[in-house]
């Protein structure tokens, strides 16, 4: 579809894990073959699968995910199809799939469906069709049409209903945990407001102050909030309240 163009800005230059980053295969259910990158931590309190925005790829964030390990957070990063070093071409039903393999191939530990921009959106999916322990989800929209309204006016009619994380976040049970740059420049930070207040409690919203959209990680308030969730995320299957 000429959509799945404008929206999918593969990267296939993938470089070698650096240390401390482990490589996978995982075949998804209808066989083609994604590459992942594991990160682990010593004494992990939890798991996060993460699905990366739209463009790039896996290595594009490694740098933030060996800070997450180093906060006690295992990391599974995995490349959408058609991006870096995985098979296929990307579609909204494809990356769907992708991120349910990815889940089904992670471990044992609580799983936290996490991702950035486009990937929130895949990670809320995720969190609908699996029995995640939290969803983290940063920079990303209510829906994909949103986005495309803000930068296009009439034209996003033609987006139609893809990406709908709206529709989708209000029947999480799990808890939801949504960072946002409030200088955003490519998902305006009033999406992220919306799409925090249509889940349910408990929930934690993180304005990040000065960020714009490609820039967000470069907060350790945002790095310690993430690593802060997935522990209590881990407590909170034990039974305790969350205390945010």
């Known amino acids: 579809m000429w959509l ?90 494809g990356v769907y799939v992708d991120a349910e393999a990815a889940y089904d191939s992670a471990g044992a530990l609580p799983i ?33 049409r949103d986005v495309a309204r803000s930068h296009y006016g009439p034209l996003a009619a033609l987006v139609g209903d893809r990406f709908d994380s709206l529709a989708r976040i209000g029947t999480l049970s799990v808890p939801v945990f949504v960072a946002h740059g409030d200088r955003d420049e490519v998902v305006p930070f009033a999406l992220g407001e919306r799409l925090f207040a249509a889940a349910r409690e408990p929930k934690r919203f993180l304005r990040i102050a000065g960020a714009r959209h490609n820039d967000v990680f470069a907060s350790s308030q945002l790095l310690d909030a993430i690593a802060e969730f997935a522990g209590q995320v881990r407590a909170h299957l034990c039974g305790r309240e969350i205390s945010w």
């Open 4 to 93: 799945d163009r404008l929206v999918f800005l593969p990267d296939t230059t993938i470089p070698h894990p650096p240390p401390g980053v482990e490589e996978r295969w995982i075949t998804t259910r209808d066989h083609v073959r994604i590459h992942a990158w594991y990160v682990p931590a010593r004494d992990a309190r939890a798991t996060l699968v993460w699905s990366h925005g739209n463009a790039g790829n896996i290595a594009g964030r490694v740098d933030v995910a060996l800070a997450l390990a180093a906060r006690g957070v295992d990391v599974l990063a995995y490349d959408y199809r058609g991006y870096g070093r995985s098979e296929g071409r990307p579609s909204e039903a």
């Open 112 to 144: 936290v469906c996490f991702g950035e921009s486009l990937g929130g959106a895949v990670s809320i999916h995720l969190a609908s069709v699996r029995p995640c322990a939290g969803v983290a989800v940063v920079s990303t929209w209510t829906t994909l």
